[in-house]
């Protein structure tokens, strides 16, 4: 059964920073990898998708990576801004998609 | 449609009786996902579809829940004797084809058994 890790559960950072949210998984048998933001209340709201074949995506101020080998994947976030606070889920496919259980990320002006 | 709709946003119940929620899907995405999140938890997988039939039924609790896709299109959860532990969020999700392509996620239901 696959397991998905997130590290860190929560995360502070003042403005500008650049940071690194960690993604781990078990069964490497993956098609792709899916980074979500969910904002408190709300559903979830796809940022990248990475498929299997692929290292990394980019979006704007995001980049996501994906080492299938090692079963991880990272997602960084270049010059952090207040409006990027939220929790930031990691979603492995196989057949299913199976979620971390996201990093909380809170952004300081 | 645009986008994954599900109804109702919300939904308070009391402890024993029956609620169904729906999902409509994205128009062609022939899989279509539920899952349910907890406070604090990311989502919890429940069920896939893949047309009309079950594909994996096996994040399903216990046999108080049951979903169905009839047309595979819309879908509804079923859950019988409602337990105020099954006050959640339910998310459903749909993905043009299983595993292959990014999920949309609708923006759910809150179940609330009071």
């Known amino acids: 059964k696959q397991e998905v890790t997130q590290i860190p559960a929560a995360l502070s950072v003042p403005e500008g920073e650049n940071l690194v949210l960690n993604c781990s998984f078990t069964d490497s048998a993956i098609y792709n990898l899916q980074w979500f933001r969910q904002d408190p209340g709300k559903g979830l709201t796809s940022l990248l998708l990475i498929q299997s074949s692929q290292r990394e995506q980019t979006s704007g101020r995001l980049n996501a990576s994906l080492d299938k080998s090692s079963g991880r994947s990272t997602l960084y976030i270049a010059a952090s801004q207040p ?22 990320l809170t952004v300081k002006p | 449609g645009a986008g994954v709709s599900q109804t109702p ?16 899907p994205i128009s062609g995405h022939t899989a279509l996902y539920w899952y349910r999140q907890s406070l604090g938890q990311g989502p919890e997988f429940l069920i896939y579809f893949q047309g009309t ?11 108080r829940f049951f979903a169905v896709r009839p047309e595979g299109s819309v879908s509804t959860l079923k859950i019988q004797r409602t337990e105020r532990g099954d006050s959640a969020v339910y998310l459903c ?7 292959t392509n990014g999920y949309t996620f609708g923006s759910g239901t809150r179940l609330t058994v009071v």
């Open chain 2, 9 to 24: 946003s919300n939904k308070v119940t009391e402890k024993g009786k029956y609620v169904e929620l729906r999902c409509d």
């Open chain 2, 53 to 63: 039939g079950a594909a994996d039924d096996s994040g399903l609790p216990n046999d």
């Open chain 2, 93 to 99: 999700a749909s993905s043009l084809l299983a595993g």
């Open chain 1, 83 to 104: 409006g990027d606070s939220a929790t930031y889920l990691c979603a492995v496919h196989n057949n299913d998609m199976r979620f971390g259980a996201g990093t909380r």
